[in-house]
Structure formats: C-alpha cells, structure tokens
C-alpha cells in the first residue's frame, strides 16, 4: 500500500501567485505588453485541475521558483540553459503550458531594452 497526500489549497494559491509573479516581474523584462496580452490569450502557464499530490505541487513550485531566478539574473549564462529547460519540461508535464526556449530570453537579455508595461505593479501610488 501506498500513501500519497494530496495537494493542499495553500499550495495552489503559491502557484498562481508565482505565476502573476512571472506575467507582471518576468516578462515585461523581455517583452512588450502586446505579447504578454497574447500569452494570458494563450493560456501560457494556465492550469484548470488541481494538482493530484503533494509532490506534483511542490514540483511545480520549485519549477516556478527556478525559471524565475534564471530569468531574473543579471547575465544569462549559456550553462543555465540545460536547467531551464529541465523546469520547463516538467511544467509541461503537469500540463502548464510554457512555450518559450532558453535563447528568447538570452537575444531579449543582450538586446538590453526596457520596457514599460501596464503589467507591472506601480512602484509608487497616488492617495487621494
């Protein structure tokens, strides 16, 4: 017999958090607001089922956390590209959806454009 624990609520609310972590801090570093539209379009990084295990959310977390460190680093090193695409496989595994390939973000990285996007959270607000 074998005991599995399912996932828990809390854990699903990590994962969609990382996720708007990734649509409003990672792509706008890499893309115009147009495309990011065309993603949420797309479903990229979308999921409608919950995750069976304990283990497949952690898995999918950890995937999560990864591609954000890689993607946010200052210099984009060519041996970073064998973990990248590790996390992506295994996003795509558990059925979210992450079409792009390490060498996008290394042209868009080199490119060095910044990019202002609606998809970014205002550093500062206006009280009134």
Do not use: W
């Amino acid at each position: 017999m074998k005991i599995v624990f399912a996932s828990t609520p809390s854990q699903e609310e990590e994962i969609c958090e990382l996720v708007r972590y990734i649509y409003s801090k990672v792509f706008p570093l890499y893309y115009s607001d147009e495309e990011i539209n065309e993603f949420k379009q797309l479903r990229v990084l979308h999921f409608t089922e919950d995750f069976n295990t304990l283990k497949d959310a952690f898995q999918v977390m950890a995937s999560l956390q990864t591609l954000i460190s890689i993607l946010e680093s200052p210099t984009l090193y060519d041996y970073y590209e064998a973990l990248f695409n590790k996390n992506v496989s295994l996003l795509e595994e558990y059925g979210l959806s992450f079409p792009f390939e390490f060498q996008q973000f290394l042209e868009a990285k080199n490119l060095k454009c910044s990019m202002i996007s609606i998809y970014t959270k205002a550093d500062n607000e206006l009280l009134v």
